[in-house]
């Protein structure tokens, strides 16, 4: 198990180095200048040449590569060209906000699609099978800033029952400062009022999120569990007297769910790139409301600095996935060898 860790996280850094060198040049090719975006639409030729030669603007394309990179491998992300404060500060204040609500959607995916695919197999092509399967359709086709717009509309300010966006109530503040995730902090500090009012504030934002990933899951938990009943052990233990829901409890499950488990690897991309969206209309204050800030003003310091983080975290989850699935079903680990 060691040797096909080692040789999971070793794959994996080639692909962030690449990452380091694309998202540097897509920087390059987009429209926009960040010095005259800093210095303003008064700014004078010598004003502009000053801020292109204090971040480092003028150098050739190449030595600015190679300055990045240097400093990426460093940990020096560098200042935003915007703010002037060190991106690792918005970084490290930003991030755990994004991930809180990024690991409640994944949660809420996997605690409800998971049954949802299950129960959707045991009941093969019936009613509870079709409704499933149109729920999971549903899920996919509609537009998370559609819905977010919607839940806001509907719990926040026609019903009330949930608040309409932030993720606490200014009354209660932020928690001292440990890990960044409200609710962990808000529990070391012993806030129980904080920690609820966070999780009240936390509801509308993850289920928008979730609900695309839940449907994924779902419809990958009905296709494992569907090619397992199929099996021969399936069908001895059947005979054997076993109860429909205890068979798939015990036998089944496991068997089934290492696709749905790589497909969590994948869906958790895609939940951080979604929470763009979510973030900008909850006024969420994590990694997609800054990456939005840093595409408006231009600062690539910023964004570089979002989008290699990002491919740090997926990188990561990825990683862990393929641990996890590993331990499920130890043939994964072997066949690597």
């Excluded at 940990?75 to 490290?92: A, H, K, N, Q, T």
Aim: aromatic share 10%; with cysteine; net charge neutral.
């Amino acid at each position: 198990m060691a040797r096909y860790i080692l040789r999971r996280v070793l794959l994996a850094l080639p692909a962030l180095f690449g990452l380091i060198l694309l998202t540097f040049v897509l920087t390059r090719v987009i429209p926009g200048d960040p010095a005259a975006t800093l210095a303003g639409d008064a700014a004078t030729p010598a004003q502009l040449a000053e801020i292109r030669a204090r971040y480092g603007l003028d150098r050739p394309i190449l030595e600015q590569a190679f300055v990045h990179v240097r400093q990426v491998l460093t940990g020096d992300l560098g200042s935003s060209i915007f703010s002037g404060r060190p991106v690792m500060e918005e970084i490290v204040f930003r991030l755990p906000a994004t991930l809180e609500l990024t690991f409640a959607a994944m949660l809420l995916s996997i605690g409800l699609g998971i049954p949802l695919g299950l129960l959707a197999a045991l009941n093969h092509n019936g009613p509870v099978d079709h409704l499933i399967r149109i729920v999971s359709v549903g899920g996919l086709a509609v537009a998370s800033f559609w819905l977010a717009i919607m839940f806001q509309l509907l719990f926040a300010m026609e019903w009330d029952v949930l608040p309409l966006r932030g993720r606490s109530d200014l009354a209660y503040g932020a928690p001292p400062f440990h890990t960044g995730f409200y609710l962990i902090d808000s529990l070391i500090a012993g806030q129980g009022a904080l920690f609820l009012d966070s999780l009240w504030h936390l509801i509308l934002p993850a289920v928008t999120l979730c609900l695309p990933g839940l449907a994924s899951i779902a419809r990958f938990t009905r296709s494992g569990v569907l090619e397992a009943l199929q099996k021969d052990y399936v069908l001895y233990a059947r005979a054997a007297g076993y109860g429909r829901f205890h068979l798939a409890a015990i036998y089944v499950l496991r068997n089934a769910i290492t696709v749905t488990v790589t497909q969590i690897g994948l869906l958790f991309g895609a939940l951080i790139s979604g929470a763009v969206a979510v973030e900008a209309i909850f006024d969420w204050p994590g990694l997609g409301t800054y990456a939005v800030q840093a595409i408006l003003s231009a600062d690539y310091k910023a964004l570089l600095a979002v989008t290699l983080v990002v491919g740090v975290v997926y990188a990561v989850i990825n990683v862990l996935v393929d641990v996890l699935q590993a331990l499920i079903d130890p043939r994964v680990a072997e066949d690597i060898r």
